[in-house]
């Protein structure tokens, strides 16, 4: 294992999940024409997807707009990397102003699928000439990643914190405890006032860091989520370890 200072480097890293949404402006996406039949289908097939269906998608970068039609909604899906490497496409949401890809692999993969998806449907245009799908004006990230921390997991807290954590724990309850950390961040402008919302949208605007659900504290597994690609994400948790080192 590879050391950064005097600490190994993170093990058993793994992406579990990404997800990118191409944001467009106003009449950039054209989705009354994303929605027809003969266009929703050709999406079906070129991905596999089990499941499909017309309705407003889950609100996982922000609110969708109430439009008509709603959206689309493609489930459970798949493709292969250049390297023939199967990836499952969790699913594609074509809203109003965004199309929102999640899979279960890393970011990389999406700019493939999003690449193949705009050269199958360049053919097609609107009725006007337009292209259906425009250039996006944002590009948002998000991805959650597993690894074997170098120590404990509590070694995130200082160890005057730990002490205290220790010292309340044992005034409570007779047996041995230890601090699991769960720790949520989401930056917002300074003079904007904290409002403590929840749900998907929020989820991927968070930076959170927690143990693995299903392992035992003795692991050191944790899991993390952040708005990053997961390349990006990686050399962050690697970045925070570094700092927990030092």
Known sequence: ????????????????????????????LRLTTLCAQPVTELVREMFQFQSTALGSPLPTFGDV???????????????????G?????????FEPTRIVFDIAGPSAVIDLIYSQLRHALEPITAVDGSPIIGEP?????????????????????GPRVRKLFAQTESG??????????????????ATEKWVNA?????????????MRAGTHPSENKCWSSAPLDSDAHIAYLTQLADAVAS
């Not at 590009?139 to 997991?153: F, G, Q």
């Not at 929840?198 to 927690?210: A, W």
């Open 85 to 93: 490497q199967l990836v499952p496409i969790r699913f594609i949401h």
């Open 65 to 83: 707009p109430g439009t008509y039609p709603p959206g689309y909604v493609f489930d459970m899906g798949v493709t292969a990397t250049p390297e």
């Open 172 to 189: 409570r309850k007779p047996s041995k405890e230890v601090v699991i950390p769960t720790i949520s961040l989401v930056t917002q402008s």
């Open 137 to 157: 004006e944002t590009i948002l990230d998000y991805s959650e990643v597993t690894a074997e921390w170098p120590t404990s997991l509590d070694s995130l807290f």
């Open 1 to 28: 294992m590879k050391q950064i200072g005097s600490w190994p480097l993170l093990n058993q890293v793994k992406v579990l999940a990404a997800r990118k949404a191409y944001e467009f402006r106003l009449d950039d």
């Open 198 to 210: 929840q749900g998907p949208s929020v989820d991927s605007r968070s930076y959170r860091f927690t």
